[in-house]
């Protein structure tokens, strides 16, 4: 029994990964009023161009940060869209999404059923990756797993203790008056949703590179929808993404793991999704017990003339 | 950094010439786009519009499966139209449609000896019901709960997709269909008819244009439409002149739904006969009816139009998947670049733009 649960968060982890990366994102995005739909769509340009790069220059990092670039410039179509010519987030995000799954499907063509002919290494923590049973559980994974990790900490502190973050939080909560104090909200929101992108680019080069690893079309999933609620589960706080990613991660892993027992994968596949909407309502309870919500602003476009 | 600042002075009212000439405008534009992204991702543009156009709308067999693709597009698109009108954002047409072909497909199954002028209304009532009971779940945790119908509409859609799945390789597997996971041929009385020769089944294209002519005129001729026309215009104002909020989100869900469900029989019962895989009964209509609703700026009737259109792009998709070897994704990107142009373009009508350097 204990060694089925430590192989299970063993492998929650890594299924988690992607989602962590891209929620992270997507808390700063909609910390600063723009909702961005786009995620799927900007995740999966990630893995493509991801995979791409790393498989033709034969380095992995050139794909981790081709695969940053991509979702970020994504990203800033959305910017643009939502944040100068203020049309509606929700459809102009969808939209993102259907052309990340179109154009990544054009691209990916050549690559699929290619294995990727380079890897990135599990890092052994000296000290630690020797720990009894903890080391292997906890301390082998690769760079981009510390990375999400160690980026939680990281993102939390400059949201709520230093100046960066508090201009952020005002841009989603109060444009107006962060305006009025001479921030510039444009500005703000455009580099917060272009972070967004890069982030959600970095979770799906981790699919395609490190995780699967394989261009796979499509192999998303709607990961990146379910990262869009997970910035809800985690009431824009970096902290309970993390708590959210891995929660999901580990019903990825609970899926493979209940098949050999005679139930349907079909109905296993459900499970993320249906876990989405109670985690949704479960949420929405909550945040109105503890009268928290969305920044306030998220969803309005801000103009100086119409206030 | 200078980003160009775009300064927005309100307009009163917008001719009729600017709504139609901006959305040529964004057609335009949006097609120039894709020509710029095939040409990069090493497609010729000419020759993949071209096969597209000619697909299409360039023959006899083309127009007909345009229009037989238009069926479930105007169904589900006109649905749209009233949930957007109510300012629900019902995403989820595709999973209602799923729903509705499997409840249509149960109701063939469980009286499979009723005669077609009673089974085949049946089955159009369980279509509608199924999908309207998949919309009535995002609409009652966001009246009641307050979540995201955005969210909850689409991971249904995943949920329905592996519903049709799971019943087609699991308890309806037919037996007489060596292996493939699809079920036995619905009986004939079970068949909606066609116009001889081609696929498409006149009957639910009528209910379609019907139901396209009554959602138009419930908007526009009664107070119901006048009530969901002020709530998504502007919730608070409905609230203080007391209009109930929960009533309309419920019932623009439910009538989306119901109409995703009935295009989901139409394709069992239509075209099919049969359940199948998901991805054989829908190539992602359900989305594709999102653009059909905004391209029609949420008008039913035009988006009987704007359905009709889109029917034919998907089938020149299909012409180019085939012609030129590329991924059924592909369609995605007419999807996603006309549809980021289409809602841009709504601006000119609502805004004078002015640019400030």
Redesign the interface.
Known sequence: MLEFILAAVRAAIPAGTPLLYGTLGEVYAERSGVLNLGVEGMMIMGAVSGFAVAQTTGNVWLGILAAAVVGGLMALIHAFASVTLRVNQVVSGLALTMLGLGMSGMMGKRFVGQPLAVRLQPINIPGLSDLPVIGPLLFRFDILVYLSVLLVPVLWFVLYKTRLGVTLRSVGENPAAADALGVSVTMVRYSAVAFGGMMAGIGGAYLSISYAPAWIEGMTAGAGWIVVALTIFAIWDPRRALLGAYLFGGVRVLQFRLQPLGISPNLLNMLPFLLTILVLWLSSGEAAKRRIGSPAALMTAFSREER | ?N????????RLSSPQWLTLASLIVALLLAMLTIAI?FQL?G?NPLIAFQRIFRGGFGSVYGLQETMTKSIPLILAGVGLTLAFKGRM?N?GAEGQLLIGAIFATGVSRAFPELPAYILLPAMFLGGFVGGALWAV?PAI?KTR????E???S???V??AN??V??LV??PWRGTDTRGFPITDEFPDAAHIPNILGTRIHYPTLIIAILLAVLIYLLLVRTKLGYEIRVTGENPDAARYAGMDYQKIALLVMIISGGLAGLAGMGEVAGIHYRLRPPEAISPGYG?TA?IVA?LARLNPLAAILTAFLLGGLLVGGDAIQIAL?????????????I??FV??S??FNQYRLRLEV
């Open positions: 950094m980003i160009p600042r775009i300064r927005f002075e309100k992204i991702l497609v954002y995403i779940v945790l709960f307050r979540v995201d955005v969210l909850t689409l991971m249904l995943y949920v592996e519903a799945k799971f390789y699991g989305f999102i905004w070897n590329l991924p059924a994704a592909t369609v995605q990107i007419f999807n996603g670049v549809l980021l809602i841009s709504e601006l």
